[in-house]
């Protein structure tokens, strides 16, 4: 029986080993490991890379989303339209802030959430949509985003599976008011 690991990044690494030694040493030579001028620096060309104003890192997905959520303010009372079928992490954080998940159903053909069912699921308390680009695919951003801006409703993009995805030759992450993204290794 042949074993065969799930994920092998030791040939991706053999390419650009040089490189990444170089910036590790570099990181253990500046006596900083939080924060400081090498995370400013990947902060502006990420920026770059997705094409926003800004760029703020986290330790993972989750905080991200969290933080989103809370930089726009959401929390009890508040109802966030997102889709069922995702890391539980989407969900969890609209909880944790104490707002309400409203989930709309996926479209089979694309697994992200079903734009047609968008604007029925809206309500008084609809104040933002989380939608998930699922698997690297984009959900059609222009829909959306139509619906989101016609309802003055907040939207956060989870691109945590969709690093450098593009819909319509423009990053996701790019869209809506937030994105977030995430490099997890076995995330595309
Ligand atoms: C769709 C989605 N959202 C959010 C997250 C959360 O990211 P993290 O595991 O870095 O907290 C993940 C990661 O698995 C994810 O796949």
Redesign the pocket.
Known sequence: MTNVPPLDLTRQYEIIREQINAKVQDVLASGRYIGGSIVDDFEKQFAKYIDVSHCVSC???????FLALRAVNIGPGDEVITTPF?????TE?ISAVGATPIFIDINPQTFNLDIQQLEAAITEKTKAILP???FGQPVDMTKLMAIARQYNLIVIE????ATGAEWNNKKVGSFGDIG?L???L??I
């Open positions: 330790n993972s997905g989750t905080d991200a989303l995702t890391f539980f992490a989407t954080v998930v680009h699922l989870d691109c945590a599976q977030c995430v490099f997890f076995l995330k």
